[in-house]
C-alpha cells in the first residue's frame, strides 16, 4: 500500500476510514403523484320501514329514572354498594348477558352505564355529586 491509501486525517487505509470513504448519494426525490380525485355518485334508497334497532347493553338512558326510583325508595340518600344491589335486583330482567360482561378495565358493563347515568343526573340537577361513595337526590329531584 503506498501513501494515498492512508488517510492524513486518522492514519489507517482509507478504505476503512471514515474519511475516505465518500458520503452515501442523497436520496433521489420520489415525484409525487397527485391523488386522483373520483367522482361516485349514490343512490338514494327510499325510506322503508324502520328496522328494530337490537343492542348488545343496556343504554344509559334507560338506568336514570330507575336509579332516581332507587333513590326514592331508599329516602333520597344512598351508599354506592348499596344503590347498585338494589338497582341490579330491579333491573335484573331487563339486563342482558352482555350487561353483565366486564369491560377492559375489569367493572360490569352495566355499572359502568349506571355510573354515567349518574352523571348525566348530576349535571341535570337531579342529582347533588354530594359525598364519595354516596349517591344522593337534590330537593328537586
Known sequence: MSDEDYCELCDLPKSTCIHGRPPPPPPTPQARVAPVKRTTT???????????????????????????AVL??????????????????RMEERLTDADRETTPEGELRWRFAARRARQALVADGAMSRGRPGVWALTDGG
Not at 324502520?50 to 338512558?61: K, Q
Not at 329516602?75 to 341490579?88: R, Y
Open 72 to 89: 326514592q325508595e331508599a329516602g333520597g340518600e344512598l351508599d354506592a354498594d348499596d344503590l347498585f344491589l338494589a338497582l341490579e335486583a
Open 42 to 68: 349514490r343512490k338514494t334508497t327510499t325510506a322503508g320501514p324502520a328496522r328494530a334497532v337490537v343492542r348488545r347493553w343496556t343504554p344509559v338512558d334507560v338506568f336514570r329514572p330507575e336509579i332516581v
